[in-house]
């Protein structure tokens, strides 16, 4: 599997430090009256910086109008966990550079959430058994627990 898909195609990226994806809260936490946290958050918003290795102009160049999209792009891959991720794309800089073989150039691009990424919560306790209909692959003493 490719490290990074955008609308299917291939990207090609050199890895570094901002390729991992820092996420934005949707919501807050602050401290209630009696101390404990409280929270309101309900989803967060991933961003990755990245930027490919030199690649010809003619890719750089469709790598640019792709993300010079208004539309979300479909990003896939190792990335984002080989699921396939609406994103919002942002170019940052294309840098040129001659080489013997003719001219290339480096992409640095950001791509972020285009909706917030809402993962599933169970609260699971042993002291209780499972409600009626839910099962396990496997046994086990655990319970979901809802919120409200």
């Given at each position: 599997?490719?490290?990074?898909?955008?609308?299917?195609?291939?990207?090609?990226?050199?890895?570094?430090?901002?390729?991992?994806?820092?996420?934005r809260?949707?919501?807050?936490?602050?401290?209630?009256?009696?101390?404990?946290?409280?929270?309101?958050?309900?989803?967060?918003?991933?961003?990755?910086?990245?930027?490919?290795?030199?690649?010809?102009?003619?890719?750089?160049?469709?790598?640019?109008?792709?993300?010079?999209?208004?539309?979300?792009?479909?990003?896939?891959?190792?990335?984002?966990?080989?699921?396939?991720?609406?994103?919002?794309?942002?170019?940052?800089?294309?840098?040129?550079?001659?080489?013997?073989?003719?001219?290339?150039?480096?992409?640095?691009?950001?791509?972020?959430?285009?909706?917030?990424?809402?993962?599933?919560?169970f609260?699971?306790r042993?002291?209780?058994?499972?409600?009626?209909?839910?099962?396990?692959?496997?046994?086990?003493?655990?319970?979901?627990?809802?919120?409200?």
């Open positions: 599997m490719a490290f990074l898909t955008l609308n299917g195609t291939p990207v090609p990226c050199a890895l570094q430090a901002q390729s991992q994806g820092t996420p809260l949707i919501g807050e936490r602050a401290t209630a009256f009696s101390g404990r946290t409280r929270s309101t958050v309900r989803g967060h918003i991933r961003t990755w910086s990245l930027a490919t290795p030199p690649i010809p102009l003619a890719d750089a160049r469709a790598l640019e109008l792709a993300l010079a999209s208004q539309y979300p792009l479909v990003a896939g891959g190792d990335l984002m966990g080989g699921i396939d991720t609406p994103v919002i794309g942002q170019l940052d800089a294309i840098r040129h550079r001659k080489y013997a073989d003719g001219e290339r150039a480096v992409v640095e691009f950001t791509l972020q959430d285009a909706e917030p990424y809402q993962p599933i919560i609260w699971l042993a002291d209780r058994a499972l409600p009626a209909g839910a099962a396990f692959s496997r046994p086990s003493e655990a319970t979901y627990i809802d919120r409200d």
